[in-house]
């Protein structure tokens, strides 16, 4: 792919304008998060174009967003955020992605590092056998028909029913878990049949579990109140999302999508940006069925958190209550929502599209929990497996500015492909395992696909986001043992 030539404007140190004027047919301008070192990275490719085309969408306002993680998407870049019109806006699929409602979900413990290290092994190697991992990956529920339509209706609430969990686990849950205005109607009978035996898995690309240990909290007070409290607490973190079943709803749509363009007379400047209106018929039921997708992806990540918190107990031998297994938070970084904000002055009701892209929203936001009113969301910034993670919280600039959005994560600076043939004959395994990481995977030689340098720096992103001021960092952590799909 050849190098991005196009215009940029910098607006400061964090701040990179496409203009309106780059290219026909743009009807905001772009906006880049990046520092100078980090231009580089994304002049190497095409990403920004897809900024720019993004930014051709109707009913599109203020700008097409894009976050120091972007890398190529389908569509619109991964780490895109863009917010349309409900009224005469239009919504895409390629700015939600097939991974509906891939996410990011964090528990802390009353464990430190030297009451873990000397079991890491044998807690990895539990988790594993928990939770089932890699590609096609198959789970412990079995569910007919009805039950996985309650499921797609419920969300996480239906796992939390049927013991998987518990209540306060819903309150520091994004949208509770459950996000209303699904319809099972509008999900196709193979995207119900590739999901209903994997509820409950991990998966396969860069999903994970991760043990972690604190290693530094800028915020305590802040900190103190999401139950991180000491350098070397161990902290567990999950990403998934909604497996096959995601994957098949966005295909499924996609294709609806593709005649809506025509139908409706728009023009894109790329066909991956396939669209419908909002309020149209397609529109409607895309984002119905996406909404059902959502609510499997919290769903699966509800389960594999009861599962590992029963790994925690028979590994330690201690309770639940014992061992402090409770939630920080669960966010989602892959979906569409319906939000209302001040844009020129004006309240709009809005679909926001984040793609690779994690809601930020400030103290006294009344979507955020009671228990974190005084300090505003949680933001999980997830690293590589060889680095290390962040925790940060949202702000008030980043409603102003970005629609309450923020990073997701390091971001890809090496595709699969190239990224496995630069670590060829490496043993990615062993060489984190002497740096005091252990790895199990369903594939050691899909490891290299997830190495270190296949990654943007996760602390350069997270700077930037932080000195910009659309998120604030709290603590960072660093991997003690992972489960790789």
Same mark, same amino acid.
């Given at each position: ?411 890809? @600076?090496?595709?699969? #492909? ?5 670590? +060829?004959? $490496?043993?990615? %395994? &062993?060489? /984190? ?27 350069? @992103?997270?700077?930037? #986001? ?5 998120? +604030?960092? $709290?603590?960072? %952590? &660093?991997? /003690? ?5």
């Amino acid at each position: 792919m050849p190098r991005w030539e196009g215009t940029l404007k910098k607006i400061d140190d964090y701040r990179w304008e496409i203009p309106q004027s780059y290219k026909a047919g743009m009807r905001v301008p772009g906006l880049i998060y990046a520092d100078e070192a980090m231009l580089e990275h994304i002049r190497e490719d095409q990403t920004p174009e897809q900024v720019a085309n993004v930014a051709c969408l109707p009913g599109i306002v203020a700008r097409s967003l894009a976050m120091p993680d972007i890398h190529w998407g389908y569509g619109f870049p991964i780490g895109g955020v863009a917010a349309t019109r409900i009224e005469d806006g239009v919504i895409s699929p390629g700015g939600v992605g097939y991974d509906i409602n891939c996410g990011v979900r964090l528990l802390r413990t009353n464990l430190m590092q030297e009451d873990v290290s000397p079991k890491i092994e044998e807690l990895i190697s539990e988790l594993y056998r928990a939770i089932p991992s890699g590609v096609g990956s198959q789970g412990r529920l079995r569910l007919d028909q009805k039950e996985i339509e309650k499921v797609l209706l419920m969300g996480a609430r239906w796992a939390v029913e049927k013991g998987y969990g518990e209540a306060r686990d819903l309150e520091v849950t994004e949208a509770n878990g459950s996000m209303p205005g699904g319809d099972p109607q509008c999900v196709s009978t193979k995207a119900k049949q590739r999901g209903g035996p994997q509820l409950g898995t991990l998966g396969a690309g860069n999903h994970f579990l991760e043990v972690q240990a604190v290693e530094e909290i800028y915020e305590p007070a802040i900190a103190a109140v999401m139950g991180i409290e000491r350098v070397g607490q161990v902290l567990l973190l999950i990403h998934t999302g909604s497996r096959g079943f995601g994957h098949q709803v966005c295909t499924d749509h996609l294709v609806t999508m593709g005649a809506a363009v025509q139908r409706y007379g728009i023009h894109l400047p790329d066909r991956q940006l396939a669209c419908a209106p909002v309020k149209s018929p397609e529109g409607k039921d895309y984002f119905a069925a996406m909404v059902c997708a959502a609510n499997y992806a919290w769903t699966n990540r509800q389960c594999i958190t009861h599962w590992a918190r029963e790994c925690f107990v028979k590994v330690f031998g201690q309770s639940q209550r014992e061992l402090g297994l409770e939630m920080v938070y669960d966010v989602t970084h892959n979906i569409a929502k319906m939000e209302d904000y001040q844009v020129d002055g004006k309240r709009l009701s809005l679909c926001i599209h984040r793609k690779g892209a994690t809601r930020a929203f400030p103290a006294g936001h009344p979507e955020v929990p009671a228990i974190y009113a005084e300090i505003g969301q949680p933001v999980l910034i997830p690293g590589d497996m060889g680095r290390y993670s962040y925790i940060l919280v949202g702000t008030q600039r980043a409603m102003e500015e970005t629609f309450g959005s923020t990073c997701h994560g390091a971001g890809r @600076v090496q595709s699969r #492909t190239a990224a496995k043939r630069s670590q +060829r004959g $490496v043993d990615v %395994a &062993r060489r /984190l395992a002497q740096r005091g990481i252990i790895v199990k995977a369903g594939s050691m030689a899909s490891l290299a696909e997830e190495a270190s340098e296949a990654y943007k720096d996760v602390a350069a @992103v997270v700077e930037v #986001t932080h000195n910009a001021g659309i998120s +604030r960092k $709290v603590a960072k %952590a &660093r991997p /003690l043992g992972v489960v790789k799909g």
